[in-house]
């Protein structure tokens, strides 16, 4: 950047704050000369607290008490000039305008340290986001990767929905879920869950036991024995998927989830899962049985993951966010311009605030690495023993 430009910048700034610190300043001078000059007209007593209640609006502290001293200071001038120093009338109006400068300086206070707590805690929250939900890399393999997180709660920037990766060996596994409820506990949860994923993704052979193994792990920890009254309340919807790196497939477990999008071409189609599993937290209690359904991701191709949040959102009128329609003018965008236009898109719909968090995975396979896929037949089960159903979109 050229010098002259960077000047610039900072100058600006200064500029406005001069500006803004010529108000409180020269509104004492505008008073005191008034008075001086009006004689027998003292306006200055009922007039001067006003600059240091405006200076406590935008300055600091130290800034709004020199004001008030400077204020004090004037009306000390008009009490001199008007021969009103002896007056029990004057030394009331000091004594008011003394109080109230007192009490201005001290609430300016006490909303700068506020403001220091406030940004201590964001703080916090922006590093709790980063140890909990990392940010996805763009380049995750061969995949070109873009994740949207926006948080419901004011002042949060997480809450109950996740996502996450790992590479393996062969390729990269994906999940995104959303725990019921919001808050703290939904944090928490998000966090144990996350945990569980990031352990057991490397270990657990197939997608179907990687999900039996995080459901055992989430209804142990979400419903303690001392807390067995709430079993079967506490459960995370989610989708589970492996991309191989050589491969132009996805493998997907879908536990209650909405299901992801593929853009191929100018075409959006919804990705069902021919047996859904039920939400994490409750497959102990259906007994249930996990299959993996496996789809083509042709180079170029782009996968939407997302909450409930997002096509839950609504408008003004109480229309749901429509995501496949407007999907369907993004198919030919990147993973990051499409996610930068989702966002948009949909804070607009909800007039810039959602009562729900919302979380989006962009996904594509590059060429590079890709076979093709006339290689792979159409259909192909395998052995239900193994707890895989394959199907191809059609």
Excluded at 105 to 129: D, G, K
């Amino acid at each position: 950047m050229p010098l002259r430009q960077r000047f610039t910048q900072r100058l600006r700034p200064r500029q406005a704050w001069d500006a803004l610190l010529a108000l409180p300043l020269g509104l004492i001078a505008v008073i005191v000369l008034v008075d001086v000059l009006a004689k027998g007209l003292p306006l200055g007593p009922s007039l001067l607290i006003v600059a240091p209640a405006l200076t406590a609006s935008f300055a600091s502290t130290l800034i709004t008490g020199a004001i008030a001293a400077v204020a004090m200071v004037g009306m000390l001038v008009i009490g001199l000039d008007s021969h009103l120093l002896g007056t029990m009338d004057f030394w009331s109006q000091f004594v008011a305008l003394l109080v109230v400068s007192v009490l201005v300086t001290v609430f300016r206070w006490l909303r700068e340290r506020h403001a220091r707590e406030l940004a201590l805690v964001r703080m916090v929250s922006e590093a709790t986001q980063r140890v909990v939900l990392r940010p996805l890399p763009r380049r995750i393999g061969p995949l070109r990767v873009a994740s949207m997180y926006l948080a419901a709660q004011e002042q949060s920037l997480i809450g109950g929905d996740l996502y996450a990766a790992v590479r393996t060996p062969t390729g990269t596994r994906l999940i995104i879920g959303d725990v019921m409820g919001k808050g703290l506990t939904a944090i928490s949860d998000a966090a144990l869950l996350l945990g569980a994923f990031r352990e057991a993704a490397h270990r657990q052979a197939t997608l179907p036991d990687l999900a039996a193994y995080l459901d055992h792990s989430v209804c142990w920890n979400l419903a303690e024995p001392t807390e067995a009254e709430t079993a079967g309340e506490c459960f995370i919807t989610a989708a589970l998927l492996d991309i191989p790196d050589t491969l132009p497939l996805i493998h997907m477990v879908s536990c209650g989830h909405p299901p992801p999008l593929l853009l191929h071409g100018r075409q959006v189609r919804a990705l069902h899962a021919t047996r859904p599993a039920p939400p994490l937290g409750l497959g102990e209690l259906t007994a249930a049985t996990y299959y993996a359904d496996t789809f083509t991701l042709e180079p170029e191709d782009l996968l939407l993951l997302h909450t409930d949040g997002v096509i839950e959102a609504r408008d003004a009128e109480g229309a749901f966010y429509p995501l496949t329609e407007r999907a369907a003018s993004w198919t030919l965008h990147s993973p990051s311009a499409l996610i930068h236009h989702l966002r948009t898109d949909l804070l607009a719909h909800v007039g810039g605030h959602l009562v729900d968090d919302a979380a989006v995975i962009a996904v594509q396979h590059t060429p590079a690495g890709t076979q093709r896929s006339g290689s792979h037949p159409r259909q192909r089960p395998t052995d239900r023993g193994s707890g895989r159903v394959l199907g191809r979109l059609r």
